[in-house]
């Protein structure tokens, strides 16, 4: 088998194609030979050595894949073996082979292709923790959606078009035109303008029933003064921490002091609530996940859940596909292909 190594902490360079011996799954487990790999942001944390959750190195990230059940373990349902899957990974993603306990794969309707299907399980499952499950959005709510040109707000658009809410997005003004095509209602050019100036004219001065930032540190204030009440704030990520060496931990650091602090009294006092989500932490919910994989299969066949894949890169390739990802210049999902 073929796996993408990172030896240690750094920019894509550090990223090495090692040849292994194969893997064999235990009891309840199964061998996905896997067909596409999902690149997220935590990966490139990951590599940056600022991801807290990351095994020491050297190791292989990747926290998604989709691709075929070539060998199962004892105690698994025979029928499984040859079936086409996408699946949610603890790290070792990218690679030519992933061994999963069988609660973590899902069956991947023929509609998909491998690609498609490798850009489901993070950014869907975010988006619908953030926008169903916590962010309880309504039809008559706006939801504010930052980088909504990523995976996962492309995901939290699909969601909350669905649903019938307001949607605004602050993304570069290059992604705009797809954005307003994909149905967005109003775009903020994030880069060129005050995105909460703007959200506060677009509203009215009244501000977002709920708000997506994946940023972190300062931005998560602004967002949370952004909130109308009774207003949400979903916080996952903190990608404004990303850089290499000594920067990165800077950032970190830097990211971390401004970070707000939510006491109490003040969010009963004003009717807010925030929320924080780490799909890595939820490895002991396999139930739960799969109601809710569940829930968007039957949005895909229902036709408002389209997963969109920016662009596939080789598993050689995996250097230029981080970099490619630093660039913020991806509409959808950066997956890697075997």
């Known amino acids: 088998m073929k796996r993408v190594t990172i030896p240690k902490a750094g920019d894509s360079g550090v990223l090495i194609l090692e040849e292994c011996p194969d893997l064999h799954p235990g009891p309840g487990e199964v061998r996905i030979a896997v067909k596409a790999a999902g690149i997220n942001f935590a990966d490139i944390m990951a590599r940056q050595g600022l991801y807290q959750d990351a095994p020491a190195f050297p190791f292989t990230a990747g926290y998604e894949v989709s691709g ?52 489901i399980p993070v950014n869907y499952l975010t988006a619908w923790q953030a926008i169903i499950v916590c ?18 707000g492309l995901a939290a658009l699909d969601i909350a078009q669905h649903i019938g809410a307001k949607t605004i997005g602050t993304a570069s003004p290059g992604k705009h035109d797809y954005l307003k095509a994909r149905g967005l209602n109003h775009a903020i050019d994030y880069r060129n303008n005050d995105w909460f100036s703007e959200l506060m004219q677009l509203t009215g001065g009244k501000g977002a029933e709920l708000i997506l930032d994946p940023l972190g540190g300062e931005s998560w204030r602004k967002s949370y003064k952004a909130l109308r009440s009774p207003g949400r704030l979903a916080m996952f ?3 404004v921490a990303s850089g290499h060496g000594l920067a990165g931990k800077l950032a970190l650091a830097k990211t971390a002091l401004l970070m707000p602090f939510f006491h109490p009294i003040s969010l009963m006092n004003q009717n807010k609530s925030v929320f924080g ?9 396999p139930q739960k996940i799969r109601v809710w994989v569940d829930k968007l299969m039957v949005g895909l066949e229902e036709g ?34 075997v």
């Open 68 to 119: 075929v059940i070539d060998e199962i373990g004892e105690g698994v349902e025979p029928w499984l073996k040859g079936k086409s899957v996408f699946a949610l990974s603890r790290f070792g993603g990218h690679a030519s082979q992933v061994v999963v306990p069988q609660s973590q794969v899902f069956e991947k309707p023929d509609s998909l292709s491998f690609e498609q299907a490798a850009a």
């Open 135 to 152: 962010g309880a959005l309504q039809p008559e709510d706006t939801v504010l959606i930052h980088n909504v040109g990523g995976g996962v």
């Open 237 to 239: 990520g903190i990608s």
């Open 277 to 285: 989500i780490n799909m890595g932490r939820l490895w002991h919910e």
């Open 304 to 337: 408002w859940v389209n997963p969109t894949v920016a662009k596939a890169f080789r598993l050689e390739d995996a250097a230029e596909a981080h970099d490619y990802i630093e660039s913020r210049a991806n509409i959808g999902k950066v997956v890697l292909t």
